[in-house]
C-alpha cells in the first residue's frame, strides 16, 4: 500500500534557507571565536571576529572612508564615460560595417580572455601613479562586453521589426534610431553592467596594487600597518561594497527594462 | 559586382539580416578580404606605433620602436630564467586550478542538486562572485606565507567562483525527461551522475573551467606582482622597477599570447563537444 | 481474441450506467491498478487530479488511455511508472503489489528524451549497459531493437543529426531494449506532424503484433487510439475518473482498409461523443481561468 510520504520541503517556511545561510555565517564567526581564545588558531594569523567587527567602525571614523568611496566612485564614474561612449560607439560601428566585424569581433572576444588587468606596470609607465591609471585599467577591462554585447543586440534584432520598419518606408537613420537600437537595449544594458562590473573589480584591485585611490588603498595601508583586526575588517567593508553595489546594479536593470 | 562588396558594405546591407547570404560574391572572396582587413589593421596600428616611438612625443624609452620590441622578445624566448619562471607560474596555476576545480565542481554538485542548500548558500556565491579577489591577499599571505602557497591560495579563490556558478546553474538545466528516463531505468545514484548527469552538463562545465583558468591566471599573477621572488608576475613588476621596458612589452606579449591561446584551445575542445552534444 | 466477460469495475462512487465490456481483462491482468487517487497540495488549496481510477491489462493487450487535457493521464502514467510516491491506491504487477520504479515497467515520455550526447547505438543500449551487460553484446542486442523502429543504418549517428520522429523511434527502441513486460507510453507522437504520426502508429502497431508487448498507451488522439488499441478507456475530466471503457472489436492487423472501415468510424464517434463532453468542460475552465486573470490585471 503506497504511503503519503509528503514532500515535506514545501511545509518549511519559506525563510528556513537564508535563515540557515545567515546562521551558517554567525556559527562560523562564533566558532572561529573560540578557536582562537583557545588558541586552537593563532591570533596572529586570524584576529578575533569580535575584534574585526570593532575595527569597522574605527575605520569608517577614522580613515575617512566617505573620501574613499569617493575617490572610487570617481574613477568608476569616468570609467562608465569612456565605457559608454567608447564600447556602445565601437559596437555600433563594427555592427555597421559588416567586414570590420567579422574580421575584428573574434579578437575582441580573445581580448576579453585576457589578463588585462597585469598591463598595469605599463600603464604606470604611461600615466604615472595617478588616478588616470586606474581609471584607464578599468575601462581597458570592462571595453570587450560592451562592444560584443552591443554588436550583439544590435544583430539580433528580430528580422520581422525591420521589414515592419521598411514596410513604413524608413529610411536607414530612422531604422537605426527607431528599431535596431531600442531593440538592442536589452543586450546593451547588460553588456554595460557586465562591463562594468570589471571596470569596478579592476579598479579596486588596481587601487590596492599601486597603492593609490580609495578603498583598495585602505586595505593596502592597514596592511602594511600591520594593524591585523583593521586588515581584515577593511576587506570585509570592501566586500560588503561591492556587494552592496552589485544589488543596486540589479535592482536598477530590473527597473529600467521591466520583462 | 564581387569587387564592389569589398570594404564598407553600404547602409541598405546593415539592417537586414537576410543579406548574410550574399549571392553576388562567393564565401571564400570574403574570407580574403576579411584576412586583408585584418593584415591591413594590424599594419597600420604597427605604423602608428612606429611613428609614435620615432618621434619621441612620448617619453622615448615608454614606446620602444617595433624592432626593439621584437629583439626584446627574441631576447626573452631564449633566456633560461624566463622559462623557469614561466614553470614556477604554470605550476601555481595548474595547482590553484586543481584545488579551485575540485572544490568548485562539488561545491555546484552539491547546491544544484539541493533545493534547500542551494537557497541558503547560492546568495553568497553569487553576490561574492564579482568582488576583487586580489583585496584577499594579505590575508592569503598571512594564511600561506611569502612563497607560492599565497599565489596558488589566490588562483584557487579567483577560479573557484565561476566554476560553482556554472556547475549548479549547469546541473539545473539538464532537461528534467532526461532524469526521469535514468530514474524508470532505476539507475543507481552514482549511475546516474556518470551516464547521465556529468555528460549532460560537460557544456556548462567546460566553460566553467575556461573562465575560471582565466581568472586563475590574473589571481595568481597579480599576487606574484605584488609579493614574490619568482613567476611571470615577478619578471613583469622587475621590468617595471628596473625601467626595463622593451622587456615589460615583451612579457606582456609572450603572457597574452600564451593566455588567449590556452583559451581558444578549451574553447576548441567545447566546440568540438558541442557539435555532438546539441 | 476472445472478448472478455463483462465484469465491471466501477470507479468509487460513481454508478456505470451502461453494461458495457468493462474493464477487467480475460485471466489474470499482468497488470492490475486499484482505486488511484492523487492529490496536489493540500488543505483548502488541494487540487484533485486522479479520483479513484481502476482498471486491469492483460497480457499481450494494448490498452489505451484517453482524455482531455488537464484530466489527469499524464500525472496517472507518472504513477503507474513509479515516478510519483505520493498517492492512495494499489497497484500489481503479476498480482505482486509494487510501488516506486519497478523493472516490468518500461517508460517512453512525451518530450523528447534521446541523450543528445549518445549515438542512436548508445542509446538503446544504455538500459543494457545499466545492466552491466558488455559493449558487444549490448550492441548487438541493441541492433535488433534499432531494426526493429526502422532505424538501420542510423547506428552511429547522434540525435542532433536526426528528425524529432526518428528521435521518439530512438526512445521506444531503448525503451523495448530494456524489454520491459509493460511497456508505458506518454503522448509520444504529440509533438510530431501528422503524417509521421501515422507512420510511426503503424511502426507501433508491428511491434506489438512482432512482440506481443503489454502496452499502455496515454493519448488525446482518438483515431490514434482506435487504431493501435484492443481496449480504449475513456478518462473524465478533472479530477480524472473513467467514464467508460470501449472494447475495439476490430481485425488485426490494422490495415489502412480497417481504418477506413465503417466499424472504424463508428468507433471513433462514440469515443468522441464520450470525450466531447470532457473537452469542453475543460475548454469551459480555461476560458473563466482566463477571463479571471484579465479581471484581475
Not at chain 1, 12 to 17: D, E, F, W
Not at chain 1, 130 to 142: D, K, R
Not at chain 3, 273 to 281: G, K
Request: proline letters at 5%; charged letters at 20%; one cysteine or more.
Amino acid at each position: 500500500m503506497a504511503t503519503a510520504t509528503a514532500t515535506r520541503a514545501h511545509r518549511y517556511a519559506p525563510l528556513a534557507a537564508p535563515a540557515l545561510g545567515f546562521a551558517t555565517l554567525v556559527g562560523a564567526f562564533a566558532l572561529v571565536e573560540v578557536l582562537i581564545r583557545v588558541g586552537a588558531i593563532n591570533r596572529f594569523v586570524v584576529p578575533l571576529p569580535s575584534q574585526v567587527l570593532a575595527a569597522i567602525p574605527r575605520i569608517i571614523v577614522e580613515e575617512g572612508i566617505l573620501h574613499r568611496f569617493w575617490q572610487t566612485t570617481q574613477e568608476a564614474l569616468w570609467a562608465s564615460v569612456l565605457l559608454v561612449f567608447a564600447g556602445i560607439g565601437l559596437g555600433m560601428l563594427m555592427f555597421r560595417f559588416r567586414l570590420l566585424r567579422s574580421a575584428c569581433e573574434t579578437w575582441v572576444a580573445a581580448f576579453a580572455s585576457a589578463p588585462v588587468v597585469l598591463m598595469y606596470p605599463l600603464f604606470l609607465v604611461i600615466f604615472g601613479r595617478s588616478a588616470t591609471t586606474i581609471v584607464m585599467i578599468g575601462f581597458v577591462a570592462g571595453l570587450p562586453p560592451v562592444i560584443l554585447k552591443t554588436i550583439e543586440g544590435l544583430a539580433g534584432t528580430r528580422t520581422v521589426l525591420l521589414d515592419v520598419g521598411r514596410s513604413f518606408r524608413l529610411d536607414d537613420w530612422q531604422l537605426f534610431r527607431k528599431i535596431l537600437l531600442p531593440a538592442a537595449m536589452p543586450s546593451i544594458f547588460v553588456g554595460l553592467r557586465v562591463g562594468l562590473i570589471f571596470a569596478l573589480i579592476n579598479i579596486v584591485g588596481v587601487e590596492f596594487l599601486i597603492n593609490f585611490g580609495g578603498l583598495g588603498q585602505l586595505i593596502n595601508e592597514l596592511a602594511e600597518r600591520y594593524d591585523l583586526p583593521g586588515t581584515y575588517g577593511a576587506i570585509g567593508f570592501v566586500i560588503l561594497v561591492s556587494v552592496l553595489f552589485f544589488v543596486v546594479c540589479e535592482r536598477v536593470e530590473r527597473w529600467l527594462l521591466p520583462g | 559586382m564581387a569587387a564592389a562588396r569589398l570594404g564598407n558594405e553600404p547602409v541598405r546591407g546593415r539592417a537586414a539580416r537576410r543579406s548574410f547570404v550574399d549571392f553576388a560574391s562567393p564565401a571564400r572572396n570574403r574570407l580574403r578580404s576579411i584576412w586583408a582587413l585584418r593584415v591591413a589593421i594590424i599594419a597600420a596600428v604597427l605604423a602608428i606605433w612606429e611613428v609614435v616611438a620615432e618621434s619621441g612625443w612620448l617619453f622615448r624609452d615608454v614606446v620602444p620602436t617595433v624592432p626593439v620590441i621584437a629583439r626584446a622578445v627574441a631576447r626573452l624566448l631564449a633566456d633560461r630564467s624566463f622559462y623557469s619562471n614561466l614553470a614556477v607560474t604554470g605550476a601555481e596555476i595548474v595547482a590553484a586550478l586543481a584545488i579551485g576545480g575540485i572544490a568548485g565542481l562539488v561545491a555546484g554538485l552539491v547546491l544544484g542538486g539541493n533545493r534547500f542548500l542551494a537557497r541558503a548558500y547560492e546568495g553568497f556565491i553569487y553576490y561574492l562572485g564579482p568582488t576583487p579577489k586580489i583585496i584577499f591577499f594579505p590575508i592569503m599571505i598571512l594564511w600561506f606565507g611569502v612563497g607560492p602557497g599565497s599565489k596558488i591560495a589566490m588562483g584557487a579563490l579567483s577560479a573557484f567562483f565561476p566554476i560553482v556558478i556554472s556547475v549548479a546553474s549547469g546541473m539545473r538545466q539538464i532537461a528534467p525527461v532526461l532524469l526521469h528516463v535514468g530514474k524508470s531505468f532505476r539507475a543507481t545514484p552514482w549511475q546516474m551522475t556518470r551516464t547521465i548527469y556529468l555528460p549532460a552538463m560537460r557544456t556548462p562545465i567546460v566553460n566553467g573551467f575556461r573562465l575560471g583558468l582565466g581568472l586563475a591566471i590574473i589571481g595568481a599573477l597579480l599576487a606574484e606582482t605584488k609579493l614574490s621572488n619568482r613567476g611571470l608576475g615577478y619578471l613583469i613588476i622587475q621590468s617595471y622597477t628596473t625601467f626595463d621596458m622593451p622587456r615589460m612589452y615583451a612579457l606582456l606579449i609572450v603572457l597574452f599570447v600564451i593566455a588567449i591561446g590556452l583559451n581558444a584551445l578549451i574553447g576548441r575542445y567545447a566546440v568540438s563537444d558541442r557539435a555532438r552534444s546539441s | 481474441m476472445q472478448r472478455p466477460r463483462a465484469r465491471i469495475r466501477s470507479p468509487v462512487g460513481v454508478p456505470v450506467t451502461q453494461a458495457v465490456p468493462g474493464s477487467r481483462a480475460s485471466g489474470a491482468p499482468i497488470l492490475a491498478v486499484t482505486d488511484i487517487v492523487k492529490r496536489f497540495g493540500d488543505g483548502a488549496e488541494a487540487l484533485l487530479a486522479v479520483d479513484g481510477v481502476s482498471f486491469d491489462v492483460g497480457e499481450g493487450e494494448f490498452v489505451s488511455i484517453i482524455g482531455p487535457s488537464g484530466c489527469g493521464k499524464s500525472t496517472l502514467f507518472n504513477i503507474i511508472g513509479g515516478l510519483v510516491a505520493d498517492y492512495d491506491g494499489r497497484i500489481e504487477v503479476d498480482g505482486e503489489s509494487v510501488s516506486g520504479t519497478h523493472a516490468a515497467f518500461g517508460m517512453v515520455f512525451q518530450d523528447e528524451s534521446a541523450f543528445p550526447w549518445r549515438s542512436v547505438i548508445d542509446n538503446v543500449a544504455f538500459p543494457l549497459e545499466l545492466a552491466g551487460v558488455g559493449k558487444r553484446e549490448r550492441h548487438e542486442r541493441a541492433r535488433r531493437f534499432v531494426s526493429m523502429v526502422g532505424l538501420d543504418g542510423f547506428e552511429r549517428r547522434y540525435p542532433a543529426e536526426l528528425s524529432g520522429g526518428m528521435r521518439q523511434r530512438v526512445a521506444i527502441a531503448r525503451t523495448l531494449a530494456s524489454q520491459p513486460r509493460i511497456l508505458l507510453m506518454d503522448e509520444p507522437f504529440a509533438a510530431l506532424d501528422e503524417q509521421t504520426r501515422l507512420l510511426l502508429g503503424d511502426k507501433v502497431l508491428q511491434i506489438h503484433q512482432h512482440l506481443r508487448q503489454t502496452t499502455l498507451l496515454i493519448t488525446h488522439n482518438i483515431t490514434e487510439a482506435v487504431q493501435l488499441s484492443d481496449r480504449v478507456i475513456v478518462m473524465t475530466y478533472r479530477p480524472g475518473r473513467l467514464k467508460r471503457t470501449f472494447d475495439i472489436d476490430l481485425p488485426r492487423p490494422r490495415t489502412s482498409e480497417v481504418v477506413g472501415s465503417d466499424a472504424f468510424g463508428h468507433y471513433v464517434a462514440q469515443i468522441w461523443n464520450d470525450l466531447r463532453e470532457e473537452a469542453s468542460r475543460g475548454m469551459g475552465d480555461d476560458e473563466s481561468r482566463q477571463l479571471g486573470n484579465e479581471r484581475r490585471r
